[in-house]
């Protein structure tokens, strides 16, 4: 029982609780097998190391695998074409255990500086050298290529690279490259200045598309928690649990093992059976959710770091998720092919959504934390919220009952442009202190658009279905009555609840409940 799950560094099948990595790792060695070069370019903690890692251990029957972090080099290597020579020959040295006759003492001449010419053609010449002599086709590996703190420099090496590629089999050279970072080649400079003009000519145009799926599917997690149950017999519903895993982070590996290590620490072996079993329910793991959000991590720092380096991307997932904005999918979009890079977005039904459930919560959180100290509704919420649990449970009527009457009383002068623009938002200020600590919510993104809004409140395991909707005319408004319907059949409720943001002047605000069936639906109008 000593495997654990892991979120800090390489994965380990000896330590580690993984998924199965091998129908990633042969669709990786068929495109090695093609002699391709390529960038295996993926978001933060996507499991980048992990897999170049069990990619060399599965390459190594039929290749010469050389596996570099260019974390490893440092920044002075990269201040002109000498010191990266002489790093690049050292790493190779320090990887390599078996060179051909003579390669390894040249190699070494450029380590400690004593060739006669230090210089990436002379550099190339050797490794074509060493590629020619070779039993085996020799395959270059590279991870953390973000490091390369010299732009220039690391473009001229990728030069040679290319111009070695393209004379073809003739002419001896690498057989395969693999490039791994958060950034696409063409970012890099983007990437190092912000603020400078981007460059987009890279020479690793030779670089093959990299498709291969790298997020967890729902099958994966769950041979990934079979391994777990295996070891502690807690006797959870594996399905269901990877289920919702899956849900939540969309597959995203670091958001999947850090649920999973917050839910595993409340098991040890003196735990008995019956708490076993509380640890790996559907409640524990809604507790899980919000400890990972409550918690910095390196991942949520990193998101914030980089929406304060790109604003206007931050401008639009505040737009997606408050006013409902809905942009077409285009990859060459500057901001989309940004945000979708970093991993905060993602293509769905040819829209932009945010790529995840968990990082869809946490940028809500993120702005509202930013306004929240100035905005009324919050502290009128913060102050009564102990009036709206009893018993404990959330009484969501009388949260809508205060939140029309506090929106009343607070924006009655506001215009109709305001209250469209801001309206979910405030609710959702309102709301954020009355269940923090003991409940969650997320919007249900097939339904966030400029006119309506879904929110699913998850209050110690029990929810609850809230319809946001800008007023438009009754027939609209029945519609969404019948999704709601729809949603309310779905989760199993009885009960739901309808906001609308109305602009007409004849309009009846308060709230009001329609039986429609055996359903009740509890309508609130602002």
């Not at 670089?207 to 997020?215: G, I, P, Q, Y």
């Not at 809500?364 to 009036?387: G, H, I, P, R």
């Not at 209050?459 to 999704?483: A, F, L, P, T």
């Not at 319907?485 to 609840?497: I, P, S, V």
Request: glycine share 6%.
């Amino acid at each position: 029982m000593s495997r654990v799950f892991n979120v800090n560094g390489t994965c380990r099948p000896q330590k580690h609780y993984m998924v199965d990595l091998t129908s990633r790792l042969q669709e990786i060695k068929k495109m090695v097998d093609d002699g391709e070069y390529f960038v295996m370019n993926r978001a933060r903690q996507f499991g980048k190391t992990t897999t170049l890692n069990a990619l060399a251990d599965y390459l190594q029957k039929d290749y010469v695998v050389v596996s570099l972090d260019f974390q490893t080099v440092g920044t002075l290597s990269f201040q002109n074409e000498q010191t990266f020579v002489a790093a690049f020959a050292e790493e190779l040295l320090d990887n390599v255990e078996d060179f051909p006759d003579g390669i390894e003492a040249q190699l070494q001449t450029f380590a400690d500086g004593s060739a006669q010419i230090s210089s990436f053609g002379a550099l190339f010449r050797a490794i074509r050298a060493w590629c020619g002599k070779s039993d085996k086709g020799v395959v270059l590996m590279i991870d953390e290529v973000d490091s390369a703190s010299n732009n220039q420099v690391f473009l001229d090496f990728l030069a040679q690279l290319r111009a070695y590629y393209l004379k073809g089999p003739k002419v001896p050279a690498f057989w395969s490259v693999i490039l791994a970072g958060v950034y696409d080649i063409k970012n890099l400079k983007q990437k190092l200045h912000p603020g400078e003009e981007s460059k987009y000519n890279s020479p690793w145009n030779i670089a093959a598309d990299f498709v291969v799926d790298m997020s967890f599917s729902a099958k994966d997690i769950s041979s990934m928690l079979l391994q777990y149950e295996m070891d502690w017999d807690t006797g959870m519903e594996v399905d269901n649990i990877s289920q919702l895993l899956y849900d939540y982070t969309s597959g995203y590996p670091f958001l999947v093992s850090r649920l999973c290590q917050i839910m595993a620490q409340n098991v040890t072996e003196a735990s008995p059976k019956e708490e076993r079993a509380k640890a790996w329910n559907a409640e524990a793991f809604q507790g899980a959710v919000r400890e990972i959000l409550k918690k910095t991590n390196t991942l949520f720092d990193d998101m914030v770091k980089k929406l304060a380096d790109y604003p206007k991307l931050k401008e639009m997932i505040y737009s997606i998720l408050f006013q409902g904005s809905r942009y077409a999918y285009e990859p060459d979009n500057e901001l989309i092919r940004i945000g979708e890079m970093f991993g905060f977005l993602k293509e769905r039904d040819g829209k932009v959504c945010v790529s995840n459930r968990i990082f869809e919560m946490k940028l809500y959180n993120l702005f509202l934390s930013e306004e929240e100290t100035d905005v009324k509704m919050f502290t009128a919420a913060d102050t009564e919220k102990n009036q709206f649990i009893r018993g404990g449970h959330l009484q969501m009527e009388l949260v809508l009952q205060k939140f029309c009457e506090y929106f009343e009383d607070i924006y009655a002068d506001a215009d109709d442009r305001f209250v469209e623009d801001n309206g979910r938002r405030i609710f959702l200020i309102f709301l954020k202190p009355i269940i923090n600590g003991s409940g969650n919510y997320y919007i249900e993104a097939r339904t966030r658009n400029m006119k309506r809004t879904d929110v699913i409140i998850d209050y110690k395991g029990v929810q609850n279905v809230v319809e946001m909707k800008i007023w438009h005319g009754q027939e609209y408004n029945r519609r969404g009555e019948d999704q709601l319907l729809e949603y309310m059949e779905y989760y199993h409720l009885d009960k739901g609840y309808l906001l609308s943001f109305c602009f007409n002047k004849k309009k009846q605000t308060g709230v009001k409940q329609l039986q429609l069936g055996d359903k009740v639906l509890v309508e609130a109008v602002v």
